[in-house]
C-alpha cells in the first residue's frame, strides 16, 4: 500500500514509480509552498545577473541549505534564460555507493512548489549513449543536491521544462570523459540547460576555505576537464587543515566539462563565491565551513580566460621564494612547503625548471615537465633540487649564494610532435625518449646551441645518454613545448 504524504498544498504518493518525493523539504530549504517561493524570489531579486557576451549553456551551483547558499546560487539561476525545454542536473552522489552515472529515466522530482517531470526521452537516449549511465532511480531517494536545485528552475523559468537528473558515483577520469561527452553530443543544438551542482571545501577555516576555493575556481576558467581533475587532487594534498575534499561533486564538475565543450562552450565567469560562515555565521563556526561558488559556462563568449602568465609583482614574489628556499638550506632550517596563498594563481598546478646561474654560467638546473604539485611548492622544491641535487655539479656552498642568479622557467603543457622536423629553433623546448632514456633542452639552450643538429646532438647525448644523431631515429619519440622565463635583476 503506498504511503499519502502532505506537505503544504502538494499531495506526495510515496513509492509511486518514478516518484521521487520533496524528502528535503523543512530542512534544507522551507516546506511551505508560499515561504519557499518568497524565499527563492527575494535571492534571485537581489542577485546581480551576468551581463557579458555570449550565451549561457550550463551555469555552476552550490547545494547546501538555502540559508548558507542560496544567495550564491541564486546569482547563477538569475543568469540563465527564462525558457528551457529540458534542463540536465548533474551532481555527484551523497548517499549512496554505485558504480557509474545513475539516471532517473522517469517520473518526476518533487517540490512544495510542485513536480518537475522527467524527460524520458531524452533520459533513455543519454543510457543508450553510454554504459556509463544506467537507470537508478534509487541513487536519488536520500540525495540532496538535486533536489535543491529544482525550486529555483521551477520559480526562474516562465515556461513549462523537464528535468534529467544524473547522479555520479564511482567513475573514472576515462568514464568521465565518455560520460561527459555523449551527454555533450546529445544536447548540443537542443535548447537545454547543464546544472553542475557542487560545494567546494568542505571544513577548514574560512581563510583557508577562501584559498583552496578561489584557485580552484580560478582552474576552471580553463575549460580543460583534465587540468581541473589536476588541481582538485593538488590542492587535496596539500594537507589544508580539517580539509576534506576541496569539492563534494568534482566528478560531476569534470564530466560536465566534457559536455560543455561538446555543446561549444569556451568560457567559464565566476559570478560569486562564499562560505557557510560568512553566509550565515550563526549556523557556522568560522572554524569549520564548507565554501560556495556560482558562475557560469558560456558560448559565443570569445576563448577561455584563463590566464597563465604571471605579472611582475608575482615574477619578484616567485623569485623571492626560490632564493629564500635555498637561504633557509644554509640557515640549517629545514626548509618547508609554503601554505596557499591568498593569490590563486600561486595555488594552481604548474610544471616549471629553476635554474641557478653563476657568473654566466649555469650552476644548477632541475624541474617537472608534467604539473604535480601547485606553483609555489614547484618552485620551493626545485630550487633546492637546482641548488644541492644536481648531478652534473657539487653542492651550491654558501659563499656561492651572493654570486648567483635565479631563473624561474614556467613551461606550456608538452605536445607530441611527430619528430624532428617539427622542431622550431629558438622557440620550442624539446623532450626526447627511446627505449626509458630520456633528455629535456629548456627553450634558452637555443642561445648557447644556435644550429639545430647541435641542438638536437647535445640533447641526445649530453641529455639523453643516446647516441648523438638518435634525433634522426624515427623510433625516438618527440615532445615540443614553450616556456616564459623571467631571472632575477642583480
Not at 610532435?417 to 626526447?432: E, K
Request: aromatic share 8%.
Amino acid at each position: 500500500m503506498r504511503k499519502i504524504l502532505t506537505i503544504g498544498s502538494i499531495v506526495l504518493i510515496a513509492g509511486a514509480a518514478g516518484a521521487r518525493e520533496a524528502r528535503f523539504a523543512g530542512s534544507f530549504y522551507p516546506a511551505v509552498p508560499a515561504e519557499l517561493s518568497a524565499a527563492v524570489d527575494k535571492s534571485l531579486a537581489a542577485a546581480q545577473p551576468y551581463r557579458g557576451k555570449g550565451k549561457v549553456a550550463g551555469i555552476l551551483v552550490p547545494h547546501a541549505g538555502y540559508v548558507f547558499s542560496g544567495a550564491i546560487a541564486a546569482r547563477a539561476y538569475a543568469s540563465v534564460a527564462e525558457s528551457y525545454d529540458t534542463v540536465v542536473l548533474l551532481g555527484s552522489a551523497h548517499a549512496e555507493d554505485f558504480p557509474g552515472a545513475a539516471v532517473m529515466a522517469s517520473g518526476h522530482y518533487a517540490t512544495p512548489l510542485g513536480r518537475a517531470e522527467v524527460d524520458s526521452k531524452l533520459a533513455r537516449e543519454l543510457i543508450a549513449k553510454s554504459p556509463v549511465f544506467r537507470d537508478y532511480p534509487r541513487a536519488h531517494a536520500r540525495d540532496h543536491n538535486l533536489e535543491v536545485q529544482v525550486p529555483f528552475l521551477q520559480r526562474r523559468l516562465k515556461k513549462p521544462f523537464k528535468i534529467v537528473p544524473v547522479l555520479f558515483g564511482r567513475a573514472d577520469e576515462k568514464e568521465l570523459e565518455a560520460a561527459g561527452r555523449a551527454l555533450g553530443r546529445l544536447l548540443k543544438g537542443k535548447k537545454a540547460l547543464l546544472v553542475v551542482s557542487t560545494d567546494l571545501s568542505h571544513y577548514p577555516s574560512s581563510s583557508d576555505a577562501g584559498r583552496s576555493d578561489l584557485a580552484l575556481l580560478k582552474a576552471l576558467e580553463k575549460m580543460d576537464p583534465g587540468y581541473f581533475r589536476l588541481a582538485h587532487s593538488v590542492l587535496a594534498a596539500k594537507g589544508i587543515e580539517g580539509q576534506e575534499t576541496p569539492a563534494c561533486g568534482a566528478s560531476a564538475v569534470e564530466a560536465g566539462l566534457h559536455a560543455l565543450r561538446e555543446m561549444g562552450a569556451a568560457r567559464f565567469d565566476l559570478l560569486a563565491h562564499s562560505d557557510s560562515h560568512r553566509e550565515y555565521p550563526a549556523g557556522s563556526p568560522e572554524t569549520r565551513v564548507v565554501g560556495y561558488g556560482a558562475g557560469v559556462f558560456l558560448s559565443g563568449a570569445g576563448p577561455a580566460s584563463f590566464s597563465p602568465s604571471p605579472s611582475p609583482a608575482q615574477r619578484k614574489e616567485l623569485l623571492r621564494l626560490a632564493r629564500r628556499a635555498v637561504e633557509s638550506a644554509f640557515e640549517e632550517k629545514q626548509p618547508s612547503l609554503p601554505p596557499l596563498s591568498d593569490e590563486p594563481f600561486f595555488n594552481l598546478p604548474a610544471a616549471l625548471f629553476v635554474t641557478l646561474n653563476k657568473s654566466g654560467q649555469l650552476r644548477g638546473c632541475i624541474g617537472n615537465v608534467s604539473p604535480s604539485q601547485t606553483l609555489r611548492d614547484a618552485v620551493v622544491r626545485n630550487a633546492l633540487s637546482a641548488a644541492f641535487e644536481d648531478r652534473r655539479f657539487e653542492p651550491l656552498a654558501h659563499e656561492e649564494l651572493p654570486l648567483i642568479k635565479f631563473e624561474i622557467s614556467l613551461l606550456s603543457p608538452l605536445e607530441r610532435a611527430a619528430g624532428h622536423a617539427d622542431v622550431r629553433a629558438g622557440v620550442h623546448g624539446v623532450a626526447i625518449n627511446k627505449g626509458g632514456k630520456g633528455g629535456l633542452f629548456l627553450p634558452q639552450v637555443w642561445g648557447q646551441l644556435p644550429s639545430k643538429e647541435l641542438f638536437l646532438g647535445e640533447l641526445c647525448e649530453q641529455k639523453a645518454g643516446l647516441p648523438r644523431d638518435c634525433w634522426k631515429d624515427k623510433a625516438v619519440e618527440f615532445y615540443l613545448f614553450t616556456s616564459e622565463s623571467f631571472e632575477e635583476l642583480r
